[in-house]
C-alpha cells in the first residue's frame, strides 16, 4: 500500500466513522418516542419494499417526473456498486471485480457507463423542470431550493468526474479491462495524444474530487433532506400504509392503562418512533400537499408542512432531552445571547409541536381521505400525526372546533350525531316488513345477513331513500336479512376521527356488546365509513365480523343472477361515478360498485373525472368535516362536484350517504340538476316489479 | 329534550325506558362559571350539590370531570315536586358552608319552576340575581345583566350571594379524558336529605293534545291569506 | 269569605298587559269560590297611583298602592317584603303574580318568606276544596303535569298569555301603604335600566322567529324577511347554514345542528328545504310554518302549515298580512 492509499483509508475512516457518528445521533433521537410495534409481517413488509422502493411504483405514478427519478434512483443502486469498488480500490490498489467472470465484467463496466450518462440526463432534466418548469408542487411551505439545487449539483458531479476519471483512465491505458465502458471510451479518444505526465495528473485530480465527493456528500445526508437515501427503506418497511392488513386502521389507545398521563400527541416525544422516521424521510417532493382537498381549495392545511414541522421540532428538542446542549449554546454564540434568533433551552422545552409549529386550524381542516399517504413515494403516515394530535386536543385539552361539541353531545346521549330521537331510528322501514333482530331471536330465527343501515340511513331524509332502496333490492333477490333498528348506535368513525377516542370506545364497545349477543357474522352495510369502523376497526375491541360494503353485495347478488331485472335494457345514460375515499383508498372497492352500474344499466356509458379511483378527489365530509364549518377558502364539496360535472356526465352516482350530501348539495349550488344517485338506487329502479 | 316523551302507567311520571339523564344546560352554565371564577379569580373551592336519587351521581361525577372538588348528594327516593321542600333541604346543608357563592341554573329542565334558587336565597337570608346573563365578581362584590322582555336589569350585590345563571353564561366545558379519569378520586359524599312534607304535589302527567298532521295551505301568493286566517283561528300565534 | 291578592306588575310607571292578566285570573278565582274581594297591589315610584283605575276595570275591589322614590325600578327584595306582609296580615287565600321576568324572581321570594309552597307557571287552575289544582307545562312543554297546592296562602304564578285579561269593570278603592323594608337598604341594587329598541331580539328569546334559506337567492332579499320580522313584531330572524356559510348573514344567527336550537312559539322558515342538520335545530317549535317552492322539501314534513311557491313573491304579500293582522290586534 502506497502512501497515497493509506492516506484514503484514514480519509475514508473518518468519512466513514462522522457519518456513523451522525446516524447513531439521529436514531438515538427516536428514543424519545413512544413505541409502536411493526414487527408483524415481514414477508408482506418485504414486499412493500421491492414494489415501493425498489421498483419505484409510487414515483412512477408521476409521468414526469417518475421516470425522472427512478432513473437518478436506479442509476444510483448501478452506480453504488461502481463505487464501493473504487473506494475499496483507493486503499487497496489490487482490489477489483476484475475478479468477476469477463462477460459479468463487462456488464457491469457497460452498466456503470451507461447509468451514468442517463442519470446526468435526469439531473439535466431535474434542473431545468426545478428552475424553469417550477411545479407548483416543489414550492410552498417555506421551503428553500438551496438544498435540492445542492444534491443535484453533487449528484451531476459525480457522473462528471466519473466520467473524466474513465477517460483520463482510458486515456493512459487504452487497453484496460475497462475500454468496455462506451462512452467513456469514447471520451478518452480525444484525450490520448495529451503529455503521459498530464493525463496521470488529471486522472489522481478527478479521482480525489470523485472519491472526496462521494464520502462528503455521504456525510451531506444527515443535514438534508437526502437523507431520505438511507431512511426510505426502513420507513417503507415499517410503513403500515400498503398493508400488512387493512389500511387506515388508527392507532389504538388504550384507555384504562394505569399510569398513563398523556393521550394523543402534542409533541415529538408523545408521537411514535415511526412518526419521527417519518420526519427523516420526507423529501420535500409535494405530492402529498398536491392533492390534498384542503390545500387544493385554498385552506392552510399542508400534509407536507405537518411532517416537516415534525422533523424541524424534533431536531429542536431531541438534543436538549437527551442532554445535548450543544446546538443552543452554538447558536447563542453566534448569534448572541438574547438575540431574537436565539432561543434558550427553556424556551424550546417549553415550546412544542402543538400550537408553536402545527396550528389547530390545520389539523381540523383535514378529511382523512389519504390521499396524501396515497402518493407518498417513501410511506409516509400523514394520518398517524394528525390523528394523534387531534386525540390531544380533544382528549387532554378539550379544544376543538365549537360547532363540534352538540355532535359529541348527541353521540352520547342520543347515539347519532345529531338531535334526533333514537326511537325513530327505524322508522325508515315502516311498512316494508323488515325484521328486527330482536324480533327474529325471538321467533328463534336467524338472518343470513345483518343490514348495518347506519345514522345517515336512519335519520336523513336523502338517505333513507338509500336504505329503501337496498332492502327493495335485498328483498328482491330473497334474502333474509334484519335490521338492528333502535338497538344500532352510532359506529363512532367521526368520534374517532375528530380525535375523541374515549366517546368512540364507548359506541364501539356498546356496538360490539350488541353484536355479539345476537352472534352476528355477515353484516351488511351501504356506508363506506361504517364498512371501515366495523370491518377494519371494531377487531382492535374484540370485535370481528365480516363487513361488506353494498357495492361488493349487489354485484356478487347480480353476478349470481339472484336480482330480478326488467327486461328493456334500461335507459341509455352516460353517468360518472365518484369514488368514495372509505370505499377507494382506505378498502381498495373502486370495480365493484363500476360493475354493479354496468350490470344494472348495460347500455350505460361510464365517464371518469379526471381525479377517480385511487386519485379520486374527497367530497369533502370525512375526518369528521361533516360536522364542522368549513371557513377558508373555496368549498370542497363544490371543487368536487365541479370535477365530476365537467365529464358532461348526465347523472351522477356514489355509493355513500355523506358523498351523497356533499356532492348533491355541490351540484345545486352549481345550479345544475344533474340528479346525484346511490347506486342501489341505480339498481332499484331496474327491479322488475 | 329532543325525547318524545311517554307517559308511565302511574299516569304520574314520564316513562324512563330508553331515557339517559344529563346535566341540564343551566347548571352546566353554572358549573361552568363556578369553575372559571375559580381559574381566574383563585384559588377558590367548587361544590357540586344534587339532590335526589343515587341517579343524579352520574351527573355530580360529570361536574367532577370538568374539574369541580368536591361533590355531595343529599339522598332522596325521588326529587321532591315541591320547591320549598328542596329548598329547605338544600338550605340546610348549605348554611354550614361559608360559600361566597352559591349558584344554580335558571330552572330545572324537566319540572320547569325556576323557584329553588330565590327561595334557597331567602331562607339563608342572602341577596340574589336571578337568570342572569352576565357576571362580574370583583373585590366582595358582584355585578350581573338580567334579561326582561325588551329590557334588561343591571343589577349589584355584595358577596356572599345566590345567583341563578340564564342562557349567555359560558357553555359548560367537554370534560377532558384527564378530567374523566381524575373525576374517580374526588370525594363524592352522600347523606340523606332533609325532606319535610310536601305542599304541592303532582297529581298526573299528560300528553298535550297531538299536534295535527301538517299540511300544504296552498300554492303561491293566492295561499297566504288562508295561511295567516290558520294562524290566527287555529295556531292562535297571530 | 277570604280575598284574593294580585300582584299588579308596572314598569317605566306603564302597567305591564300581565297586571291584567293577574287581576283577572283572580277576580276568576274569586268569583268562582263565591264572593270575596281582589286586592291588587300596586308599586312605584311616586304617581303610581294613578293607575290604579286601570286595576278596576279588570276586577279589582282594592288597590293597595305603594309608592316610594326608591321603587321606581323593580326593587326586588322591598316588593317581596312588602308582598308578603301584605299577604300575611290579609289573610289572602291565593296570591297571583305573573310568570314574566318580574314574577319568576319575586314569587319564590315571597313564598319562602311566609313559609308556603308555591305553583309556578300555570296554565289554568281551579278550586278544589282548600286546594287549588293548577297545569304546568314541563319537559320543554311536551308534558303537561296537573299539581295540587294545599296550604294559605296559596301563591301562583301565571304563565304570560296563557289566561287572557277580561274586563269586569269594578270601583276599586285604593289604599296607601308603605313599603314593609326600607328599599335604600336592599342588598340587590339595580344601576341601570336599558330599555329594549336598539338590540333586535334574539332567536333565543323570541315568540316568533321568521327564518331565511337559501330558497331566498341573495343576501339583499333577506331584507324581505326583516320585514315580515318587522311586521310580527315580536319576531327575530334566524338563517340556515348554507346562508351563513356564504355570509349573508351572521353566524349567530345560524339556527341547526351547529348554530343555535329554538323553540319559540311560530316558526316561519323561508325559502329552506329542511337539511337534517337545520331541522335538529328547530323542531321543537310550536307551529311552523314553510314556504318553499319543491313540494318534495324535507321541510314540510315538519311543517305545520305550508305553502308551495317562490318565496320571493311570497313574502311581500305574507308581511302586509300580518301587518294588518297584528293592527287588529
Known sequence: MRTENAVFLLVLLLAAGFFSYNVQRLLSYLSIAQPDDRSGHPLVRLKNVITVAFLQKKILRDPVAGPMHALIFWGFVVLTVGTIELLLNGSFPAFSYAFLPSQLYTFYSISQDVFGALVLGAIAFAFYRRLVLHPERLEGDGLEHSDALLILGAIAGLMVTMFAVNAFGLALEPDSITRAKPLSLALSIPLRNLPTGLLTGAHAVFWWTHALLVLAFLNYLPYSKHLHIVSSIPNVYFSNSQGPGPKGVIRFLDLEAENVEQFGAADVDQMTWKDLLDGYTCTECGRCTSVCPAHLTGKVLSPRKIIIDTRRRLMEKAPLMLGDFSEVAHHALVHGEGDEGSMSATAILEHRLLDNFITEEELWQCTTCRACIQECPVGIEHLDHIVDMRRNLVLMESRFPPEVLPTFESMERNGSPWAFRPDDRAKWADGLDIPTMAELTERGESPEILFWVGCMGSFDDRSKKISVAFARILQAAGVPFAILGQEETCNGDPARRMGNEYLYQTLAKQNIETLTRYDVKTIVTFCPHCFHQIGNEYPQLGGNYEVIHHSTYIERLLEAGRVPFDTDAGKTLTMAYHDSCYLGRYNDVYDAPRETLRRALPIVTMVEPERTRDRGMCCGAGGGRMFMEETQGKRINIERAEQLLATGADTLAVACPFCMTMISDGVKAKGSDVPVLDISEVVASRLRV | METRFKIAASGTAVDEAGLKYDMSDFDGYAVETALQLNEKQGPGETVVISLGPDVVQEQLRKALSMGADRAVQLKAERVPTDGLVIARALAAELKGGAYDLIFFGRQAVDSANATVGPMVAELLGLPCATAVSTLDIANGRGTARRDLEGAAEIVEFALPAVVTIDEGMPRARYPSLKGIMAAKKKPLEVKPAQLGEERLTLEKMELPPERAAGRIVGEGPGAVAELVRLLHTEAKVL | ?329
Open chain 3, 1 to 329: 269569605m277570604a280575598n284574593t291578592f294580585a300582584f299588579a306588575e308596572s314598569r317605566g310607571g306603564a302597567l305591564r298587559r300581565v297586571a291584567f292578566e293577574a287581576v283577572s285570573a283572580a277576580r276568576a278565582l274569586a268569583d268562582a269560590s263565591g264572593g270575596g274581594e281582589v286586592h291588587a297591589m300596586l308599586a312605584g315610584a311616586p304617581g303610581i297611583a294613578s293607575l290604579a283605575g286601570e286595576l278596576g276595570k279588570y276586577g279589582a275591589d282594592m288597590v293597595i298602592v305603594v309608592e316610594h322614590a326608591g321603587l321606581a325600578n323593580a326593587n326586588v327584595e322591598a316588593l317581596a317584603a312588602t308582598a308578603a306582609a301584605r299577604i300575611k296580615a290579609g289573610g289572602y287565600r291565593a296570591a297571583i303574580f305573573s310568570a314574566s321576568a318580574q314574577g319568576r324572581d319575586l314569587a319564590p321570594r315571597v313564598a319562602a318568606q311566609l313559609g308556603v309552597s308555591m305553583a309556578a307557571d300555570v296554565t289554568a287552575f281551579e278550586l278544589a276544596g282548600d286546594a287549588l289544582v293548577v297545569k304546568h307545562p314541563a319537559y320543554a312543554g311536551k308534558v303537561i303535569a296537573t299539581l295540587k297546592l294545599t296550604g294559605s296562602p296559596a301563591i301562583v304564578t301565571l304563565r304570560p298569555g296563557a289566561r287572557s285579561a277580561v274586563e269586569a269593570a269594578r270601583e276599586a278603592r285604593v289604599e296607601s301603604a308603605q313599603p314593609t323594608s326600607d328599599p335604600g337598604a336592599s342588598k340587590l341594587v339595580v344601576k341601570e335600566m336599558i330599555v329594549g329598541g336598539g338590540t333586535k331580539l334574539d332567536i333565543g328569546d323570541a315568540p316568533v322567529i321568521v327564518s331565511g334559506g337559501r330558497g331566498l337567492k341573495s343576501a339583499e332579499n333577506f331584507k324581505l324577511v326583516e320585514d315580515l320580522a318587522a311586521a310580527f313584531g315580536n319576531a327575530a330572524v334566524g338563517a340556515t347554514r348554507a346562508v351563513t356559510d356564504d355570509g349573508w348573514r351572521p353566524h349567530s344567527d345560524q339556527i341547526g345542528q351547529t348554530g343555535r336550537q329554538v323553540s319559540p312559539e311560530l316558526y316561519v322558515a323561508l325559502g329552506i328545504s329542511g337539511a337534517i342538520q337545520h331541522i335538529a335545530g328547530m323542531r321543537n317549535s310550536r307551529t311552523i310554518v314553510a314556504i318553499n317552492k319543491d313540494k318534495e322539501a324535507p321541510i314540510f314534513k315538519v311543517a305545520d302549515y305550508g305553502i308551495v311557491g317562490d318565496v320571493i313573491e311570497i313574502l311581500p304579500v305574507l308581511t302586509a298580512a300580518v301587518k294588518e293582522a297584528r293592527a287588529k290586534g
